[in-house]
């Protein structure tokens, strides 16, 4: 990630359903995104950009898909306290689900 102004909370363990990641869980609201910094690899993208589809989310928030890889994401995140969720979106061409949430670190 960029160096930008982020919230930061360390030793967070993410569970992705099928894998759990253990890292740092980064929040830069400048460029709206949500990611876990793991010392294995690349960082893993936690939230999704929708801007293809006009969405922005509010300052604060992030978009989070619950689709694939990340089917129940957000309800894992809200039980763990580090998002709120706000609203589901529907997101084409498949009718998928995407929340936009609060980061709460």
């Known amino acids: 990630m960029a160096e930008t102004t982020a919230t930061v909370k360390y030793d967070i363990t993410v569970n992705l359903g099928a894998i759990e990641l253990i890292g740092t869980l980064v929040h830069d609201d400048e460029n709206r995104v949500l990611e876990l910094e793991c010392a ?4 893993e993208p936690i939230s999704i950009s929708l801007q293809g589809y006009g969405l922005t989310p509010e300052p604060g928030n992030v978009f ?12 894992r995140l809200a039980r763990a306290g580090l998002v709120t969720p706000l609203h589901a979106l529907t997101v084409e061409p498949y009718r998928s689900t995407a929340y936009e949430v609060q980061v709460t670190l």
């Open 64 to 75: 989070i898909k619950d689709w694939s890889e990340h089917a129940g994401l957000t309800a």
């Open 40 to 43: 294995e690899g690349p960082a």
